[in-house]
């Protein structure tokens, strides 16, 4: 029969031998390294690979949905909530809202960085409500930063555009 | 858009489904062991507290996040013989972070349908493995095309959510601090806890900033870990134990990867999971009816986020009932009594041991000093996880 | 419906000139590894006999995988016999190469080693074999310590 209710405390014992950073850096239990050379290409389908061609010319465009009537940004060839293929295609402008924000001051593998990286959410003009992407401010103080701020994509030079996100060097705060 | 997923569902099942065992490793930022060994102790302590051998489990749930943490491809395989997976069917399941509470229900799977009248779920995870930070290897969750040219470290979704969840609902920071400091402070108690300290809310808002508002003190730190749970039929139950813990719910849901285009103050797929699983419970109040839970808390605003997304209170209340004290362990709904991911380790589907076996433990009477104050019926564990999209529920009562 | 892109110069995939995959492992042996390699370094090699059931297991653990329960390591000589073998022509990168690579029962085990065998002019099935260690000062800790296994 298992032990009945208060006569153990659970976990009885906590199995497990830990580690220090330095046990790992000085070698002090046997290991082994790897680093795997794995190089990947991503199609990016028929609705990005458009998306990307029009960031190369400056615009950014979506996707419409004739049974809900959504706008749908970023494009995509069906729409998941009608599960059907979409209906059009619809430019949409270059200013959006900033839907929520964070000032970041790590990097991806999580080391700290000299100057902080605003990210925002911003939902785009033209698109249904809340048809957001995220993507970075630029030319404002990470304090005036607010929900509700209206903000307008800084595009690179043309002939320094490729069709990548990053075509858009950032967002900036739209005057008045 | 409110999308009732609930209305077809039918919840046939040949039996009900006991936990009478559970087990769990130290969780701590890296560990000596191997994967393999980890599973091995976790199993080891849950037979021990069923009383059963390792011969009476007839088949196997392994639940294990990325393979990109422990670096071995195919890692369930992997584990299989350390988790028991020698010589019976053997299953590995994963759904990001919710694999914590998803491994427990695919176990429900096995036994409600009756294939098996005693199955084993084990959880693992080594993150430790990847270097330098385990951060790095959740740089490719993130789209290839819209998200991974910026850089982003995952840490910039929480910081977006938490800042939307604070907008919409008027919270400060101080209040949401209250977490941390609850959570930290219960995880003394936990002999496996790997942070578990007495902080203030000063020490929070004060600590190093990571992305903004979300800061060191907020966060739940990377850990290895495995932890372990056995479920049985009704008539193994009564053979091994006067007092099995049933699962009286179970629940599921995902929302899409377009992250962007929610409006993320309010956790939709916990709510939808939620449902489902009270609707198998009969559970109309929650707030009332549950006694004990354990949300995910992997950041200090979480715990607050799936407690709205539980039912376990109004939006924009969770705040207010932390201030109050009623989540205190003493309180009227103690939520996350065993430290949770802040205070004891957050080794992603091991959380299992806190939330899982948590909830267990709290309804078999066997928590030692994280047991809660009150007299406890029904407990609700839930996790979460991959881009913000999962959210996975489980309700457990000890009476039938 | 839209209009597809068939025109393969606008079909994009991104990045064009192909992203890697930034990842970096350190493996630790666990407890079982551990022993091991140290006495691999004293030029000792160990298996593990289950308490139970006796299965001798090669390379050594801590728990029997049949019975859940302990081991315990003892020593042997780390020679064996080979049950099968192949001739590696291509590396990791499809380079040429040439190497026996053989699956190596060890006596007094029921486990094998798979390992590269050296100074051999015939390799064939049942044939006896031993190893040859790396100097201690040149061991890292992990399975090429070993350096060759060689006929005996």
Known sequence: MAVGRKKISCPPYAEGTALSERDISERRVTLFEDHPNLVYSWTAGQAMSRFLNELKNGKLIATKCEKCGRIIFPPRIYCELCYKPIDGWVYVKDTGTVQTFSISYIDPDARPLEKPVIVAVIAVDGASPNMGIMHVLGEVEPEKVYIGMRVKAVWKPENEREGAITDIKYWKPLEG | MEVEIVKGLKFHKKQDVAIVGAGMTTFKRRLLETGKELS?????????????????????????????????????????????????????????????????????????????????????????????????????????????????????????????????????????????????????????????????????????????????????????????????????????????????????????????????YFPRYVAEAAKMAYRMAHITDPRKQIDVAEPYDPFDYKELHHMEGLGLAKKGEAPILTREGVTARDGDLPVCPSGGLLGVGNPISAAMGVKACEIYWQLAYRAGKRQVAKEVTTGVCQAWGDLMQVGTVMVMSNKR | MIEKIVDP?????????????????????????EEFFRKLREGKFIAAKCKKCGHRYFPPRIYCEFDFSETEFYEITGEGCVEAFTVATLDLNEEPMEEVIAMIKLDNTDGRIIHVIKDAKDVCIGMKVKPVLRRPEEMKGNISDIAYYKPV
């Not at chain 2, 996040?65 to 350390?82: N, Q, V």
């Not at chain 2, 509470?101 to 959880?123: E, K, R």
């Not at chain 2, 850089?151 to 949401?176: G, Q, S, T």
């Open chain 2, 40 to 264: 091995y102790f976790a199993v080891k302590q849950a037979l021990e507290e069923a009383g059963l051998d390792i011969k009476d489990i007839e088949m196997v749930v392994m639940g294990s996040a990325p393979d990109a943490f422990d670096g071995t491809a195919l890692k369930g395989e992997y584990l299989l013989d350390g988790a028991g997976g020698s010589d019976r069917p053997y299953l590995r399941v994963f759904v990001g972070g919710g694999t914590g509470v998803f491994a427990p229900i695919a176990g429900y799977w096995h036994v409600a349908s009756g294939l098996a009248d005693v199955c084993l779920v084990v959880c693992e995870e080594k993150m430790s493995c990847c270097h330098p930070h385990p951060q790095s290897a959740f740089k490719y969750i993130w789209d290839p095309i819209l998200d991974r040219p910026l850089k982003p470290n995952l840490i910039w979704i929480f910081a977006l959510e938490m800042r939307r969840y604070m907008h919409v609902n008027n919270i400060k920071h101080e209040d949401i601090a209250l977490v941390s400091v609850k959570n930290k402070a219960n995880a003394l108690d936990h002999p496996c806890a790997q942070v578990a300290e007495k902080i203030t809310v000063e020490d929070v808002l004060n600590s190093e900033p990571m992305a903004l508002p979300v800061r060191k003190l907020d966060v739940s730190p990377p850990s290895d870990g495995a932890a372990a749970l056995i479920m049985v039929a009704p008539h193994i139950a009564r053979q091994l134990t006067d007092e099995p813990v049933w699962v009286t719910g179970v629940g599921w849901a995902l929302d899409t990867t377009h992250w962007t285009n929610r409006d993320l």
């Open chain 3, 9 to 33: 110069e606008k079909m994009r995939h991104f990045p064009p000139k192909g992203g890697k995959i930034e990842l970096y492992w350190v493996y630790t042996s666990g407890r079982a590894g």
